[in-house]
């Protein structure tokens, strides 16, 4: 994992096709929580897609192809948190594809994404930080 400077070529390349689409709302969480701890860019390499990498950001979360300098493959964006009174419900988002064959590593992604995010939380905030504390009970 490292550091990205705000990547957007995301939007100033063609879009081969695009499409609402919505993200699970663990995932969306985790990442939150990950760009809170870790950082607010992060970037890493996706294990067994060669010469891809996924950057997360606020605003997007984009598949971009080392090999092609930063080629965007795939990207998750303009997720429609506004007013969302719920930590449970599916985001929705745009989902803009950018090659023909980046439709079939769309969960492949997602896995790894959290794969990635779970260790990497795990090495910089130990579980053994952490308490939990027990509700009071009415009497």
């Known amino acids: 994992m490292r550091t990205v400077y705000l990547y957007n070529r995301h ?8 499409r609402t689409g919505q993200v699970d709302a663990n995932h969306f969480n985790h990442v939150q929580t990950a760009m809170k701890r870790l950082g607010p860019e992060l970037r890493f390499r996706i294990p067994k897609l ?16 080392r090999a092609l300098s930063d080629y965007p493959i795939l990207c998750w964006t303009d997720f429609k948190t506004e007013s969302r009174d719920n930590l449970h419900e599916p985001i929705t988002c745009e989902i803009r594809i950018f090659h023909c064959c980046a439709s079939m590593i769309l ?21 053994e930080n952490f308490t939990v504390l027990p509700f009071n009970k009415r009497k």
Do not use: F, S, Y
Request: hydrophobic share 45%; no cysteine; glycine share 2%.
């Open 11 to 18: 939007d100033e390349v063609p879009v081969l096709t695009d």
């Open 50 to 65: 060669k010469h891809l990498d996924l950057i997360l950001q606020k605003d997007a979360w984009v598949v971009v192809d």
């Open 107 to 127: 969960k492949k992604t997602i896995n790894a994404m959290e794969m990635l995010l779970g260790e990497e939380l795990a090495k910089r905030v130990p579980d």
